[in-house]
Structure formats: structure tokens, C-alpha cells
């Protein structure tokens, strides 16, 4: 695993140099900013974060973060790099671990403009430090499972923008078409439908309730993606 800090680094490199990566940072912070303000700073409303993290900042995310991915196997498969990169010395765990990780500390830069939003409340009140751990730890598992499934896409195919499209589909369907069929139906599917919905595991982190299932939860779908796409890169290797 000694090349994955190196792997790591090249990609975070990569964004800095992509004109994309300032695209979703504007993104970003213009949509949870406008989120924010609309969402909490209403006459008569209450002065928390809730309405942010609870619905909409995993919203933004299902946008943003496909469009964060969408480059990191595509654009070697384009340009042609990927056979340089499956014939260096470094295993198909270590590229995916490292392009993962690279994309991971992109995602905590977003994550920690975030912190501007407690230090406005704070001047209007007190600030549960609790509670906000808690919202952070959801946002740092669902970014890390997000990121993990627009990674496998990428992998998929050399067009980055059927990467970003598959990617927006499988967790708009996971995130909010799960957890909205699973208010329509009872019994066994209802069960089903809640424990594959991102957005029911998510929904426990915002209330401050910090439940082992919902991090085994997450931990486990993102270590699949990661894995599904160590055997898409195998088989390139062989093809």
C-alpha cells in the first residue's frame, strides 16, 4: 500500500488543475449557502442546522459529487494513461485506494466551508458541538459512500459525462426514490426499501443519534463499490 499516499496526492494535484474542480466548489458553496440562508434564517424560524443537513445538503451532494468523480478513471481511459498505469508497478487496490483518497480530501476541503455556518449561529445562540459531530460523521460517510460509487462509474467508461449520469441515477435511487416508495408500502418491502434508502441511515446522524448499524451501514457499501471497481480495473489489466 506504500503508493497509495502517492496515488492519493496526484489526484488532489489533478483538481487543483482542473478548472471542474473550482466549477463544484462554486457549486457548492453557492447551494448550501443559498440553502442555508433560505432554510434558517426565516422570521420565526428556529436558528439550526437541521433543515440543512436533513434534506438538502445530501441533495447537493448527489449533484456535486458525481461531477467530483466523473474524471478520475474516465480521463485515463481517454487519454489512453490507464495502460501506462496498469503496467507500472502498483497493484489495481492501490490506484483505486488512492484515487478514493484523493477525492475523500477534496471532499473534506467542501466540508469544512461548512464551519462558517455553526459560527453564524453561534452569534444568535448556542451551538450543540454534539449534535454537530454527530451531522459531520453522517456527512463524511455518506460523502465517502457518494464518492466510492461515482469512482466504480468512472471506471466503467471513457465518457465522463455517462459516468457523472449513472452515477446521479444510482444515488438519486438510492438516496430519495428508496426512502419515498418506503412511505408507500408496508410490511417486509417497507423494511427493505429503508435499509437500502442512504437518506433513512443518514436521517439518524442529523437527530444526533449515533447508531452502529448506520456507520456498518455505510462502511460496508463503500468498501463493495471499492471493491467492484478493483475487479473492473482486473479486467481491463487482462483484457
Same mark, same amino acid.
Given at each position: 500500500?506504500?503508493n497509495v499516499?502517492?496515488?492519493?496526492?496526484?489526484?488532489?494535484?489533478?483538481?487543483?488543475?482542473?478548472?471542474?474542480?473550482?466549477?463544484?466548489?462554486?457549486?457548492?458553496?453557492?447551494?448550501?449557502?443559498?440553502?442555508?440562508?433560505?432554510?434558517?434564517?426565516?422570521?420565526?424560524?428556529?436558528?439550526?442546522?437541521?433543515?440543512?443537513?436533513?434534506?438538502?445538503?445530501i441533495l447537493?451532494?448527489?449533484?456535486?459529487?458525481?461531477?467530483?468523480?466523473?474524471?478520475?478513471?474516465?480521463?485515463?481511459?481517454?487519454?489512453?494513461?490507464?495502460?501506462?498505469?496498469?503496467?507500472?508497478?502498483?497493484?489495481?487496490?492501490?490506484?483505486?485506494?488512492?484515487?478514493?483518497?484523493?477525492?475523500?480530501?477534496?471532499?473534506?476541503?467542501?466540508? +469544512?466551508? /461548512? $464551519?462558517?455556518?455553526? !459560527? @453564524?449561529?453561534? #452569534?444568535?445562540?448556542?451551538?450543540?458541538?454534539?449534535?454537530? *459531530?454527530?451531522?459531520?460523521?453522517?456527512?463524511?460517510?455518506?460523502?465517502?459512500?457518494?464518492?466510492?460509487?461515482?469512482?466504480?462509474?468512472?471506471?466503467?467508461?471513457?465518457?465522463?459525462?455517462? +459516468?457523472? /449520469? $449513472?452515477?446521479?441515477? !444510482? @444515488?438519486?435511487? #438510492?438516496?430519495?426514490?428508496?426512502?419515498?416508495?418506503?412511505? *408507500?408500502?408496508?410490511?417486509?418491502?417497507?423494511?427493505?426499501?429503508?435499509?437500502?434508502?442512504?437518506?433513512?441511515?443518514?436521517?439518524?446522524?442529523?437527530?444526533?443519534?449515533?447508531?452502529?448499524?448506520?456507520?456498518?451501514?455505510?462502511?460496508?457499501?463503500?468498501?463493495?463499490?471499492?471493491?467492484?471497481?478493483?475487479?473492473?480495473?482486473?479486467?481491463r489489466r487482462?483484457?
Amino acid at each position: 500500500m506504500r503508493n497509495v499516499p502517492t496515488m492519493a496526492q496526484r489526484e488532489l494535484g489533478a483538481y487543483f488543475l482542473s478548472p471542474i474542480a473550482y466549477a463544484v466548489i462554486a457549486m457548492f458553496l453557492f447551494s448550501s449557502g443559498l440553502a442555508f440562508g433560505l432554510g434558517t434564517f426565516t422570521p420565526g424560524g428556529e436558528a439550526s442546522l437541521r433543515s440543512l443537513f436533513d434534506f438538502w445538503i445530501i441533495l447537493i451532494l448527489v449533484f456535486v459529487l458525481p461531477m467530483l468523480t466523473m474524471r478520475l478513471v474516465s480521463d485515463e481511459l481517454r487519454v489512453g494513461t490507464i495502460e501506462t498505469l496498469m503496467t507500472a508497478p502498483i497493484t489495481e487496490i492501490e490506484v483505486v485506494l488512492g484515487k478514493f483518497c484523493g477525492a475523500f480530501v477534496f471532499y473534506l476541503i467542501l466540508l +469544512a466551508a /461548512l $464551519l462558517l455556518y455553526p !459560527l @453564524l449561529l453561534q #452569534m444568535y445562540g448556542s451551538v450543540d458541538s454534539k449534535l454537530l *459531530l454527530c451531522n459531520y460523521l453522517g456527512l463524511l460517510l455518506v460523502g465517502a459512500l457518494y464518492i466510492s460509487v461515482g469512482l466504480f462509474f468512472s471506471s466503467c467508461t471513457k465518457h465522463q459525462v455517462i +459516468a457523472v /449520469l $449513472l452515477s446521479f441515477a !444510482l @444515488l438519486a435511487l #438510492m438516496t430519495f426514490a428508496s426512502h419515498a416508495l418506503a412511505q *408507500l408500502v408496508e410490511g417486509w418491502p417497507r423494511v427493505l426499501l429503508q435499509q437500502l434508502s442512504i437518506r433513512s441511515h443518514f436521517y439518524d446522524f442529523v437527530r444526533g443519534m449515533l447508531d452502529l448499524n448506520h456507520v456498518v451501514f455505510f462502511l460496508t457499501t463503500t468498501a463493495f463499490f471499492l471493491f467492484v471497481t478493483v475487479k473492473r480495473l482486473e479486467m481491463r489489466r487482462w483484457q
